[in-house]
T-cell receptor
Framework: GAVVSQHPSRVICKSGTSVKIECRSLDFQATTMFWYRQFPKQSLMLMATSNEGSKATYEQGVEKDKFLINHASLTLSTLTVTSAHPEDSSFYIC????????????FGPGTRLLVL | EDKVVQSPLSLVVHEGDTVTLNCSYEVTNFRSLLWYKQEKKAPTFLFMLTSSGIEKKSGRLSSILDKKELFSILNITATQTGDSAIYLCAVEMPNFGNEKLTFGTGTRLTIIP
C-alpha cells in the first residue's frame, strides 16, 4: 500500500527558531500533499494544500509567511515553522494523494513539535 | 509493520438504512483508536476509544472497540444524505515517548436519497 513518512517524528526547539518538517511519499508520486494540525481529541485542521511545482494554497487564518510550504518534487513536501513560538506546539500531520487514486489520502505518522 | 485496515472500501446505501464500518489493526503498541469523518476538507473527530467493550455514542453514531480481536466498528443508524463522507480510522501508538498515528485508507460512504 501507499506509504507516507514524516521526519522528524518529534522535535523540541527554543522559541524563535525555525523548524522544518518533511513529508515523503515512499512508493508513489504525489502531486498533491496536505498539511494538518491536530489538537488532542480534536479534528485535524487543514493548514494548506501543497501542489508540486506551484505555490501552496493556505486555509483562511493560516499565516503563509509563518508556515512555509515547499513541494519541490513529486515525493517530498516540507513545512517550515518560522520563528516558532510555544503556541505553535502541536502535532503536525501530512497526507498525500495519488494522482489517479481519486480522493483517497494517505496519511503520515505525524510530527510532534514542542516549542519551549 | 503497523497496519490499519478498513472495510468495506466503499459502501452505497439508501437513506434510512443502518451501516456498519469496520476497522481492524495490527500494531506494535496501542494507545487509542480514533474515528474521523472527512467530507470536503479536514477530517472531523468523531470518537476516541481506549477501552474494550465500552460503546461510545453520539446521536445516530456509535462505536465500540475490541482489543482482544483488534478491531473497532462504527455504526450509523437511520442514515441521512449528510452522512455521505469518507470515514477514517486511525490508531494512536506511543513510540519511544512520541506518539504515532497510523491511518486506514478510509471507507467511502454514499447515502442515496
Amino acid at each position: 500500500g501507499a506509504v507516507v513518512s514524516q521526519h522528524p517524528s518529534r522535535v523540541i526547539c527554543k522559541s524563535g527558531t525555525s523548524v522544518k518538517i518533511e513529508c515523503r511519499s515512499l512508493d508513489f508520486q504525489a502531486t498533491t500533499m496536505f498539511w494538518y494540525r491536530q489538537f488532542p481529541k480534536q479534528s485535524l485542521m487543514l493548514m494548506a494544500t501543497s501542489n508540486e511545482g506551484s505555490k501552496a494554497t493556505y486555509e483562511q487564518g493560516v499565516e503563509k509567511d509563518k508556515f512555509l510550504i515547499n513541494h519541490a518534487s513529486l515525493t517530498l513536501s516540507t513545512l517550515t515553522v518560522t520563528s516558532a513560538h510555544p503556541e505553535d506546539s502541536s502535532f503536525y500531520i501530512c497526507s498525500a494523494q495519488i494522482p489517479t487514486g481519486g480522493e483517497t489520502q494517505y496519511f503520515g505518522p505525524g510530527t510532534r513539535l514542542l516549542v519551549l | 509493520e503497523d497496519k490499519v485496515v478498513q472495510s468495506p472500501l466503499s459502501l452505497v446505501v439508501h437513506e434510512g438504512d443502518t451501516v456498519t464500518l469496520n476497522c481492524s489493526y495490527e500494531v506494535t503498541n496501542f494507545r487509542s483508536l480514533l474515528w474521523y469523518k472527512q467530507e470536503k476538507k479536514a477530517p472531523t473527530f468523531l470518537f476516541m476509544l481506549t477501552s474494550s467493550g465500552i460503546e461510545k455514542k453520539s446521536g445516530r453514531l456509535s462505536s465500540i472497540l475490541d482489543k482482544k480481536e483488534l478491531f473497532s466498528i462504527l455504526n450509523i443508524t437511520a442514515t441521512q444524505t449528510g452522512d455521505s463522507a469518507i470515514y477514517l480510522c486511525a490508531v494512536e501508538m506511543p513510540n519511544f515517548g512520541n506518539e504515532k498515528l497510523t491511518f486506514g485508507t478510509g471507507t467511502r460512504l454514499t447515502i442515496i436519497p
